[in-house]
C-alpha cells in the first residue's frame, strides 16, 4: 500500500486593512490539497508575529513553505516586507486571482477565509515565483506621483469653482482671491513635485536608464515614465505582457451570444492611474506621425468609425511597449521592424491561434 508524502506547506493570506485571513494547506504526491488550519491576526506588527509562530506550529515536518497572497492596495505591503526580512518565500499575485481560482473549481461564495483557502490552494498546486522587494526609489516615486495627480484633481475642480464664481450674477470678491490664493499654491507644490519626481529618476542609475529607454517614444515623457514604473513597481508582478494589460484595465470584453452582438470594450477594472497618465501620450504618439502608431490608429478607426477607440488601443500598444523595453533594457527605435513569421503548417494553426491573436493585438 502506497504511503502518501507530503511535499509543500502553502500558507494562504487574504490582507485587508485591519486584519489578515489566513489558511496553512499541505499538498502530497497525490496532488491532494488538505486544509490544515485557519485563524485571523491583526494586520500590524504584533498580528505579524502571532502569525509566524502560528505558521511553526503547524509545520509538523520539514518541508517547503510558501506565504501565498494578493496584491491589496497598500494593505498587504506591511506583512509583505516583514515576512521577506525573516527569510520567508512569499509570492505576490494579482488581485482576484483566488476569486478566479476559486470559481474553476465551482465555488461561487467569497469572504476573507474562502479566500485564503483559495491562495493557499494557489500555492500548493502551482510553482509561483518567489517576490522580490521594489526598491525604495520606487515606493518613494509612487509617493510622489499620486500627491501630484491629487494637486492636479484640487486645482481642476478649483479652478471651475473660481470659473463659475467669476461668470455668476453676484460674484464675492472675498471667495475669489482664496481660490486664487490656493490655485498659486497647488501650482508651486505641483512644480516642487514635478522636480522631486526629476531628481528622483535621475539620481538612480536604473531607473535613469529606464526612462531615457522609454522616453525616446515621442509622447511619453519623465511624468509618464514616473507614472508607470511606481504604479507596476517596476513590472515585477508580470510575467507576460497580458496580465499587465488586465492590471491596467485594458483588457477587451466581449459581448455576445447567439445572434446578440453586444459593444466590445475594455474592462476599465484596473489600475486607472495608469490609464490616465496614457491618454495625453496617445495623441502626441498619433500626431506626431510615427508609423507604428499611426497604424494602429487608423487601423481600429477605420473598423469602428470611433477615435477614442483607436486612442486607446494606442494607449494600450504603449503601455505594452514600455513593458518589453523595460525587460529587455532596450532603447525604443522607430525604425524596428518585427520580422514576418512564416506560415504556419495547417496541422498546428489551431493550437497557435491564440497566441497569434494576442500578438497581432500587441
Not at 256 to 277: A, D, F, L, P, W
Request: hydrophobic residues 35%; positive net charge; charged residues 25%.
Amino acid at each position: 500500500m502506497h504511503t502518501m508524502k507530503n511535499l509543500k506547506y502553502s500558507v494562504g493570506i487574504d490582507v485587508s486593512m485591519n486584519d489578515i485571513a489566513c489558511c496553512i494547506s499541505v499538498i502530497n504526491d497525490q496532488q491532494e490539497v488538505k486544509v490544515r488550519a485557519t485563524r485571523k491576526f491583526n494586520n500590524n506588527e504584533g498580528g505579524f508575529s502571532l502569525f509566524q509562530e502560528w505558521v511553526k506550529r503547524h509545520q509538523k515536518e520539514e518541508l517547503p513553505v510558501i506565504m501565498v497572497m494578493e496584491a491589496t492596495g497598500v494593505y498587504h505591503e506591511q506583512l509583505a516586507w516583514f515576512l521577506h526580512h525573516k527569510g520567508n518565500m512569499v509570492s505576490i499575485l494579482l488581485a482576484n486571482k483566488a476569486k478566479k481560482y476559486l470559481q474553476a473549481d465551482g465555488i461561487r461564495s467569497k469572504n476573507d477565509k474562502i479566500d485564503a483557502k483559495g491562495l493557499a490552494k494557489i500555492g500548493a498546486e502551482k510553482k509561483l515565483d518567489q517576490w522580490t522587494p521594489p526598491s525604495m526609489e520606487l515606493y518613494t516615486l509612487r509617493y510622489y506621483t499620486r500627491q501630484h495627480q491629487s494637486l492636479n484633481e484640487f486645482y481642476t475642480a478649483t479652478a471651475n469653482q473660481l470659473h463659475s464664481i467669476e461668470h455668476s450674477q453676484v460674484k464675492n470678491k472675498a471667495i475669489i482671491k482664496q481660490l486664487k490664493s490656493s490655485l498659486k499654491l497647488y501650482q508651486k507644490h505641483i512644480k516642487e513635485l514635478e522636480k522631486l519626481i526629476a531628481q528622483l529618476i535621475h539620481a538612480d542609475p536604473v531607473l535613469n536608464q529606464h526612462q531615457q529607454n522609454i522616453c525616446a517614444i515621442k509622447g511619453m515623457g519623465m511624468l509618464s515614465f514616473a507614472v508607470i514604473a511606481a504604479e507596476t513597481n517596476g513590472f515585477t508582478l508580470f510575467d507576460n505582457a497580458a496580465s499587465l494589460v488586465k492590471y491596467a484595465g485594458y483588457d477587451v470584453i466581449e459581448n455576445e451570444s447567439g445572434k446578440h452582438v453586444g459593444k466590445t470594450k475594455i474592462s476599465k477594472r484596473g489600475n486607472s492611474r495608469i490609464r490616465r497618465i496614457l491618454h495625453m501620450p496617445a495623441f502626441c504618439a498619433v500626431r506626431d506621425d510615427q508609423p507604428q502608431f499611426n497604424k494602429l490608429f487608423d487601423r481600429v478607426y477605420d473598423k469602428t468609425k470611433i477615435k477614442m477607440k483607436g486612442y486607446v488601443a494606442v494607449q494600450k500598444k504603449l503601455l505594452v511597449m514600455s513593458y518589453y523595453l523595460w525587460k529587455k533594457g532596450e532603447q525604443y527605435d522607430p525604425t524596428f521592424k518585427k520580422e514576418v513569421a512564416p506560415a504556419l503548417p495547417e496541422a498546428t494553426r489551431d493550437e497557435s491561434l491564440k497566441e497569434v491573436l494576442i500578438e497581432q493585438q500587441n
